[in-house]
């Protein structure tokens, strides 16, 4: 049987620089906030590096990546109770836009309702709902059982939806710079502990 | 009225607009540049370790 090759570091960078701006939306819909997300993505660009002689050639350098951003992104929560939020700077955007009869979606509200969820709900639906991937891949990224994450993210839009319809959001915003601040730390933290 | 299938439609394709216009943003230089600083200091590992050819 043949070992699994790993790839050589120009091919390993080319394949991780492609995989930035899924890393950098899949951490904005994560965290709900730029600053946070992005801070997110060099965290994980170096514990990729760090880790690239486990990386397979051939298999998804995206689900890979994707894969240490949410472990990243979730032990920073369990460890600093950091919570996520959502960026006011974009309160005005509106998505999709709508059939004449529709009023428009904001992103702000779509956010501020993803906050809402628990923290399996929120990845299950930012994976599969926005960032197109199967219920298999997805699965395999959040470590769970397609049949998990299916009922993941039908509990997802549901509760979603509702709470789009009924405007029923709870003062996320509260605390907001606290709670950026602290999540800002505790990714400087991680980075710290990885970084020579 | 809102019926169920607009909500559901306007749901899917915001989160789906949301997702997307991150994508089409340009890379942060400072991303780009910890990758080089990184694959470079590879490369000074790899050089430093490797015994001299005029020895």
């Not at chain 1, 080319?14 to 992005?38: C, K, M, N, Y």
């Not at chain 1, 509106?94 to 969820?117: F, K, N, T």
């Not at chain 2, 306007?10 to 997702?19: A, N, P, S, T, V």
Request: hydrophobic share 40%.
């Amino acid at each position: 049987m043949n070992k699994p090759q790993a790839l050589p570091p120009a091919q390993f960078k080319q394949q991780l620089t492609e995989a930035i701006p899924h890393l950098r939306a899949f951490g904005r819909s994560l965290s709900g906030d730029r600053d946070v997300a992005d801070d997110l993505v060099q965290d994980t660009l170096l514990k990729a590096w760090a880790a690239r002689d486990r990386f397979i050639a051939g298999t998804s350098m995206r689900a890979w990546t994707f894969v240490i951003l949410r472990n990243t992104f979730f032990s920073s929560m369990r460890r600093k109770k950091f919570s996520a939020n959502y960026d006011e700077l974009v309160a005005e955007r509106i998505l999709s836009a709508p059939a004449p009869q529709q009023e428009p979606l904001h992103l702000a509200d779509l956010q501020r309702g993803l906050m809402e969820l628990s923290d399996d709900q929120r990845e299950a639906i930012i994976l599969v709902g926005a960032g197109g991937y199967s219920y298999e891949e997805a699965a395999d990224i959040s470590n769970c059982a397609v049949g998990t994450m299916k009922s993941r993210v039908s509990r997802a839009r549901k509760a979603l939806e509702a709470i789009l319809d009924e405007g029923r959001f709870t003062s996320a915003s509260d605390g907001h710079d606290n709670l950026t601040a602290t999540a800002l730390e505790n990714i400087i933290g991680a980075v710290e502990k990885i970084a020579p | 009225m809102k019926s169920k299938e607009d909500m559901q439609e306007r749901l899917g394709l915001g989160l789906k607009d949301m997702y997307s216009s991150v994508l089409d943003e340009p890379l942060p230089d400072d991303m780009l540049a910890l990758l080089d600083q990184l694959e470079e200091n590879d490369n000074s590992d790899v050089n430093s370790s490797r015994p001299d050819e005029n020895e």
